[in-house]
Structures are given as C-alpha cells and as structure tokens.
C-alpha cells in the first residue's frame, strides 16, 4: 500500500515538474502593428528604397526593450525620430516613428510594366522565439493611400508573423542544435508601376531612330549615298538609347524587355541597311524600276512585322508581370 502511495506522488511530481517546464517554455507575446506613410527613393541601381512608417508594439515583459533591442534585418539604415513609451496597467506600449532605407532585389525582366515586392520586417536581437513570439494587430489600414507611393499602385499588403531560423548558434556550446530561431514580424507589399509615361519617356529616342531608317526606303534612288548616313546614324542612336537606359537598371543575366525591344530595333534598322544595299545593286543594273517596288514592299513589309513584334513583346510583359 505505501509502495503504491509513493508511486502516485511520483507520478504526479512528475507531470507537475513538466507543465511548470512548459508553462515556463511558453513565450511570451507582443503585438505588433506598422502604417506606412511614405515609400520614396525607390533606387533601382543601387536596389534600395525608403519607407516611413509608424510601429507600434504591447507586450508584458519588460526585458524585452524594443527601444535598444529592435532591429530590421533587411535594412541599409534605420532612424529612429520618435519613440513614446506607456508601461501602465503592468502593460508596456511602445509606439515609434522609423525611417528605414531597405536593401531589396528588383524583378526588371519586364520593366518598365513590372512589379515589385517590397519587404519589411522587425525582430528583438537579443531574445529568440522560445522567449518571444509576435501576433499581428491588423485593426485599421497599414498605409495612407493617398501619399504612400507616387508613380506606382498598391496591388496587395499582407501582415504575417513567422519564425527566422538563423544557421548559427552564435558560439553557445551548449545549445543542442547549430541554429537559432528568432520571431519575426513581417510585411509583405506588392506594387506595379504606373508604367505608359515612364515608356514612352526611355522608349521614344529608339522608335524615332527606327522611324528615321525606316524613311530611307522613300529617299529617291539618286541620294542612295544619304540613305546609307541616315540608316548608320540611326543605328548609333538606337545603341545609345540602350546605354541610357541600361545605366538606370541594376545589372541582370536574363534578356529582359529593354533588351528585347533594342534587340528587334537594331536587327530591323540592320534590315533597311541590307535592303538598301539590295536597292543599289538594282539600280546600277539600270533596274530602277524594279529597286522602286522592292523598296515600297520592303517598307510595307518591315514596318508591319516591326509593330507587331513590339506590341506583341509589350503585351507579354504587361500580362506577366
């Protein structure tokens, strides 16, 4: 009887000894809630951009200290211009004003009609997810829609929290596994470029030059000579289009639209060159009046697949990206 009795306290010491662990293992939550009130200086070459924005935080534990213990692990700088703290009610609420230069990858396959996904998150440096864990406060909007973002729309903006695991145990021996598991508070925006303006500005240059080569085929016969200058000239033009455009886009190694639209531009002027080449033979064969029909096919026939192509590429990136 008393060995039964001795069985069951154990028993029970055991279970209590494991909730008081677990209940000692659950961490703590914050609250954390962000409105954006300004993304500028987007900077596609040195791919980076600006966000301002209002953070706000509520949790329990003091320790926690998100004045000094903040960090945004995607951000280049981050300035703090304004913080209030309440700790009333055994409550701490924290709310600050943060502007934050963001490192981010840009997706330029389809630029100028692309999209962009723009991330911002927050964790505390100094204690990980067995300590603390975020939940969103998702009452009201997360930015003002009216200054937000110039020169581009809001497609989505989604709150999440998640857990980051870092490969590392930052040199605790003790730790059982190489790694370290901190909370994370997540925004995740989608944007798309208010694109037309922006198109015909970078684009306009190269469709002139093409236009200028493209007239060649009704310069007469006589003026062969100026044919040949008009259509040189306007290749040149079409290559310095693309090194303006180029020097204002972070470096890619896929063929993006930029490339696709030259590319096209550069093989059709190449085509009026050719075609003129062929004229010249025609003519100096006393063929005059065969050069003048294949110069009237020739423009009717490099003009029309020149703006299909185009419109067909543009369609494809618009619809893609």
Same mark, same amino acid.
């Given at each position: 009887?008393?060995?039964?009795?001795?069985?069951?306290?154990?028993?029970?010491?055991?279970?209590?000894?494991?909730?008081?662990? %677990?209940?000692?293992?659950?961490? !703590?939550?914050?609250?954390?809630?962000?409105?954006?009130?300004?993304?500028?200086?987007?900077?596609?070459?040195?791919?980076?951009?600006?966000?301002?924005?209002?953070?706000?935080?509520?949790?329990?534990?003091?320790?926690?200290?998100?004045?000094?213990?903040?960090?945004?692990?995607?951000?280049?700088?981050? @300035?703090?211009?304004?913080?209030?703290?309440?700790?009333?009610?055994?409550?701490?609420?924290?709310?600050?004003?943060?502007?934050?230069?963001?490192?981010?990858?840009?997706?330029?396959?389809?630029?100028?009609? !692309?999209?962009?996904?723009?991330? +911002?998150?927050?964790?505390?440096?100094?204690?990980?997810?067995?300590?603390?864990?975020?939940?969103?406060?998702?009452?009201?909007?997360?930015?003002?829609?009216?200054?937000?973002?110039?020169?581009?729309?809001?497609?989505?903006?989604?709150?999440?929290?998640?857990?980051?695991?870092?490969?590392?145990?930052?040199?605790?021996?003790?730790?059982?596994?190489?790694?370290?598991?901190?909370?994370?508070?997540?925004?995740?925006?989608?944007?798309?470029? !208010?694109?037309?303006?922006?198109?015909?500005?970078?684009?306009?240059?190269?469709?002139?030059? +093409?236009?200028?080569?493209?007239?060649?085929?009704?310069?007469? @016969?006589?003026?062969?000579?100026?044919?040949?200058?008009?259509?040189?000239?306007?290749?040149?033009?079409?290559?310095?289009?693309?090194?303006?455009?180029?020097? %204002?886009?972070?470096?890619?190694? @896929?063929?993006?639209?930029?490339?696709?639209?030259?590319?096209?531009?550069?093989? +059709?002027?190449?085509?009026?060159?050719?075609?003129?080449?062929?004229?010249?033979?025609?003519?100096?064969?006393?063929?005059?009046?065969?050069?003048?029909? +294949? !110069?009237?096919?020739?423009?009717?026939?490099?003009?029309?697949?020149?703006?299909?192509?185009?419109?067909?590429?543009?369609?494809?990136?618009?619809?893609?990206?």
């Amino acid at each position: 009887m008393l060995k039964r009795f001795l069985l069951a306290v154990t028993f029970t010491l055991i279970l209590f000894c494991q909730a008081a662990q %677990a209940q000692k293992e659950h961490p !703590d939550t914050v609250k954390a809630g962000i409105y954006i009130t300004s993304i500028h200086d987007i900077n596609f070459k040195d791919k980076e951009y600006t966000v301002s924005l209002w953070l706000w935080l509520k949790y329990k534990n003091k320790k926690f200290d998100f004045l000094h213990n903040l960090e945004v692990p995607q951000a280049k700088t981050v @300035t703090q211009s304004y913080s209030t703290v309440d700790s009333s009610d055994n409550k701490v609420y924290i709310l600050m004003k943060l502007q934050c230069v963001m490192k981010d990858s840009w997706a330029i396959d389809n630029f100028p009609f !692309d999209h962009q996904t723009l991330r +911002f998150s927050i964790e505390n440096s100094q204690f990980d997810s067995k300590a603390l864990v975020f939940a969103p406060d998702t009452l009201g909007k997360e930015f003002d829609p009216r200054f937000t973002l110039r020169g581009w729309r809001i497609d989505s903006l989604k709150v999440s929290t998640g857990i980051k695991k870092y490969e590392t145990a930052f040199g605790d021996d003790s730790a059982p596994k190489p790694h370290t598991e901190y909370s994370s508070f997540k925004v995740k925006m989608i944007i798309a470029r !208010d694109a037309m303006g922006l198109f015909w500005k970078m684009f306009l240059g190269m469709y002139v030059a +093409f236009l200028i080569a493209y007239m060649c085929f009704y310069i007469h @016969t006589d003026s062969i000579d100026s044919r040949f200058g008009l259509s040189v000239g306007a290749l040149f033009a079409v290559i310095g289009n693309k090194y303006i455009v180029d020097s %204002a886009l972070p470096e890619s190694t @896929t063929f993006t639209l930029v490339d696709t639209l030259h590319g096209i531009t550069l093989l +059709f002027i190449l085509s009026v060159i050719i075609g003129t080449s062929y004229s010249l033979k025609l003519i100096k064969r006393n063929e005059v009046e065969k050069a003048k029909r +294949f !110069d009237f096919i020739a423009a009717q026939v490099l003009l029309g697949t020149y703006l299909v192509l185009n419109a067909w590429f543009i369609f494809e990136a618009t619809r893609g990206s």
